[in-house]
């Protein structure tokens, strides 16, 4: 029969979890959802979402009032499970919270139906690589300089090509220092993006990326809040930077907006706030359309194998942060990540770092 008969949460906090500041948040904990599903058979899959301090009654709630629902689907049934899901929650809306928790046990499903299967999630897709290029991530505001210097050099040590820091300082200058800073440890070979999360006007974000020229920014990441598309337009047009967006959306419609005026260069999915694997698949696809690459935001672990599976994938992000609290960490080799050849995602957390959550705590 192989269907769905229980839904177990936990949660955990990641051993590198610190005090974090970018241009509009500051985060006081690294930290995860995980829903783990069973099928009668006894095989399991998981799924989970990068919370850190946010709203965890909140996420709990969502996640608490779907994760039953899914018992009796088979684990192949992800796409009719995401749409029996979305009829319940369209009175409160679809996007937001209640898409997170229907897209975390998505993922859960593709786990199992791999681990079913006896096969990788790529493999169950079809591949057009075999491997993709990794970026190193990171270089928060909150880093001291030295902090800052530490962290890309060690990226560089561990054969990344390419490391993205953060800006929106209080001042120009001081995001202006701390490129150059990083484009002296780093040297001329290394690609340099960098990401204001949203934290910036229009008139600055044109002022750093003139700035920036000189030292070669490889890409700039959500400078405008992410439905300013008229600025995006302007921004692309007047400076000539290459932009990078897509992490904040829940559908497809910011993706059509930029495309329409031109002010896109990579298209960087979510695979939780999007909806799951379908709907990463399905923005894949338009941005494909418009000869878009794809260069999801922070889940490397299931956009590695998502991105061998497309034609238009340009690469991954990489945090470091579950890595010692799964049982197979990606190994990163000369800056490319392989997609993991165990059945479904090819991890699992180890239960020693997991606190399980019971209904009404």
Same mark, same amino acid.
């Given at each position: 029969m192989s269907k769905i008969k229980r839904t177990t949460l936990y949660r955990a906090v990641s051993p590198l979890s610190r005090p974090l500041a970018d241009a509009t948040h500051s985060l006081s904990e690294i930290s995860f959802f995980i829903v783990e599903i069973e099928l009668d058979n006894g095989i399991t899959g998981e799924g989970y979402l990068l919370s850190f301090h946010y709203s965890p009654q909140a996420i709990l709630g969502a996640l608490n009032d779907i994760k039953d629902s899914v018992v009796g689907y088979h684990p192949w049934q992800t796409g009719e499970f995401i749409t029996q899901t979305e009829k319940e929650q369209e009175y409160f809306g679809k996007s937001g919270l209640?898409?997170?928790?229907?897209?975390?046990?998505?993922?859960?499903?593709? #786990?199992?139906?791999?681990? %079913?299967?006896?096969?990788?999630?790529?493999? =169950?897709?079809?591949?057009?690589?075999?491997?993709?290029?990794?970026?190193?991530?990171? /270089?928060? %505001?909150?880093?001291?300089?030295?902090?800052?210097?530490?962290?890309?050099?060690?990226?560089?040590n561990r054969g990344f090509m390419a490391v993205k820091i953060k800006v929106g300082s209080p001042t120009l200058d001081e995001d202006i220092a701390r490129l150059t800073r990083v484009r002296e440890a780093v040297g001329p070979e290394l690609n340099i993006m960098m990401d204001a999360n949203q934290g910036m006007s229009l008139p600055d974000a044109i002022k750093l990326s003139e700035k920036s020229a000189s030292?070669?920014?490889?890409?700039?990441?959500?400078?405008?809040?992410?439905?300013?598309?008229?600025?995006y337009q302007l921004l692309r047009n007047k400076t000539g930077i290459a932009l990078a967006m897509g992490e904040r959306e829940y559908d497809l419609e910011p993706l059509k907006n930029l495309i329409a005026r031109n002010a896109l260069d990579l298209w960087q999915p979510d695979i939780i706030r999007i909806g799951g694997v379908e709907a990463w698949r399905t923005s894949a696809a338009l941005a494909q359309a418009h000869h878009i690459p794809v =260069?999801?935001?922070?889940?490397? #672990?299931?956009?590695?194998?998502?991105?061998?599976?497309?034609?238009? /994938?340009?690469?991954?992000?990489?945090?470091?942060?579950? #890595?010692?609290?799964?049982?197979?960490?990606m190994p990163i080799v000369n800056g490319y990540a392989r997609p993991r050849e165990q059945a479904g995602w090819g991890f699992s957390f180890l239960k020693s770092h997991l606190t399980e959550i019971r209904k009404g705590e």
């Open positions: 209640q898409k997170w928790a229907t897209a975390t046990l998505n993922v859960a499903m593709w #786990d199992a139906w791999g681990k %079913l299967l006896n096969q990788p999630v790529h493999q =169950l897709l079809g591949t057009y690589v075999d491997k993709v290029p990794v970026y190193g991530s990171g /270089g928060w %505001l909150s880093y001291s300089e030295q902090e800052l210097i530490e962290e890309v050099i060690e990226y560089k030292l070669g920014i490889h890409w700039f990441e959500e400078p405008l809040n992410h439905t300013h598309f008229d600025g =260069l999801p935001h922070y889940y490397k #672990d299931y956009d590695v194998p998502l991105l061998c599976t497309i034609p238009n /994938g340009y690469g991954a992000e990489s945090f470091d942060w579950i #890595d010692s609290i799964i049982d197979n960490p």
